[in-house]
T-cell receptor, first 116, second 114 residues
Framework: SQTIHQWPATLVQPVGSPLSLECTVE??????LYWYRQAAGRGLQLLFYSVGIGQISSEVPQNLSASRPQDRQFILSSKKLLLSDSSFYLC???????????????FGPGTRLTVL | DAKTTQPNSMESNEEEPVHLPCNHSTISGTDYIHWYRQLPSQGPEYVIHGLTSNVNNRMASLAIAEDRKSSTLILHRATLRDAAVYYC???????????????FGQGTELSVKP
C-alpha cells in the first residue's frame, strides 16, 4: 500500500531563516506531487505541483520554491521566511494518470510552521 | 475550474442522516464532482466523487442533480467522528501536464451533537 510522509510535524523558525520541508511517498511510482498550505481557518491554497522529476509548476508567486530531486521526493524551501509564512503545510500525491481521466489525491499529515 | 458554493456550517445529531449541499451552476460537461473532508489538525481525505450518476461507497453517498448544477453529500448515520470540514470540488478531466490540481473553497464545517 502507498504511504506519504512529511517532516517535521511541527517547526518554529525565526523570521529571515531558511526553510526546508520534505515529503516522500512510498509504494507507488511516478506520482503527481503537490504542496498546499492552509492558514488559520479553512481553505487550502495550492502552492506547487509536479508531474515528474525536475518538473515544477508554481501556482502562487511568493518567497517559496519547490524541488523534486527524486521520483517520490518533494521539497518545499525558502531562503528567508516571513511572518506571513506561518501556516499548516500539506503535501499530497495522486497516481499518474493517462489523458482524460480523474483521480484521487492523498494527503500527508502536514507540517505546522510558526515563524516568530 | 468552476466555482462551488457551500454553506459555512451545519449541525447534525449523532446517528441521524446528514445532507451536505453544494451548488455548482457553472459546471462544465467534463467536470467531476469530488468531495473531501478534513478532520481537525489533519490533512484532507477523499470521500467520494461522481460525474452524472449517483454514487455510493462505504463512507457516503453522492446525489447529483439531473442538470448537474448541484449535488448533495449524504452521510447516512452521522457519528462524532464525522465532525469535519467538508469540501466540494470540481475537477476537469486531466491531461498529462495538468497535474490534476484541486482548488479548495471554504467548505462546510459539520458539527455532530451526541
Amino acid at each position: 500500500s502507498q504511504t506519504i510522509h512529511q517532516w517535521p510535524a511541527t517547526l518554529v523558525q525565526p523570521v529571515g531563516s531558511p526553510l526546508s520541508l520534505e515529503c516522500t511517498v512510498e509504494g507507488t511510482s511516478n506520482p503527481n506531487l503537490y504542496w498546499y498550505r492552509q492558514a488559520a481557518g479553512r481553505g487550502l491554497q495550492l502552492l506547487f505541483y509536479s508531474v515528474g522529476i525536475g518538473q515544477i509548476s508554481s501556482e502562487v508567486p511568493q518567497n517559496l520554491s519547490a524541488s523534486r530531486p527524486q521520483d517520490r521526493q518533494f521539497i518545499l524551501s525558502s531562503k528567508k521566511l516571513l511572518l506571513s509564512d506561518s501556516s499548516f503545510y500539506l503535501c499530497a500525491w495522486s497516481p499518474w494518470v493517462a489523458v482524460t481521466s480523474t483521480d484521487t489525491q492523498y494527503f500527508g499529515p502536514g507540517t505546522r510552521l510558526t515563524v516568530l | 475550474d468552476a466555482k462551488t458554493t457551500q454553506p459555512n456550517s451545519m449541525e447534525s445529531n449523532e446517528e441521524e442522516p446528514v445532507h451536505l449541499p453544494c451548488n455548482h451552476s457553472t459546471i462544465s460537461g467534463t467536470d467531476y464532482i469530488h468531495w473531501y473532508r478534513q478532520l481537525p489538525s489533519q490533512g484532507p481525505e477523499y470521500v467520494i466523487h461522481g460525474l452524472t450518476s449517483n454514487v455510493n461507497n462505504r463512507m457516503a453517498s453522492l446525489a447529483i442533480a439531473e442538470d448537474r448544477k448541484s449535488s448533495t453529500l449524504i452521510l447516512h448515520r452521522a457519528t462524532l467522528r464525522d465532525a469535519a470540514v467538508y469540501y466540494c470540488i470540481l475537477r476537469g478531466s486531466l491531461s498529462y501536464n495538468q497535474g490534476g490540481k484541486l482548488i479548495f473553497g471554504q467548505g462546510t464545517e459539520l458539527s455532530v451533537k451526541p
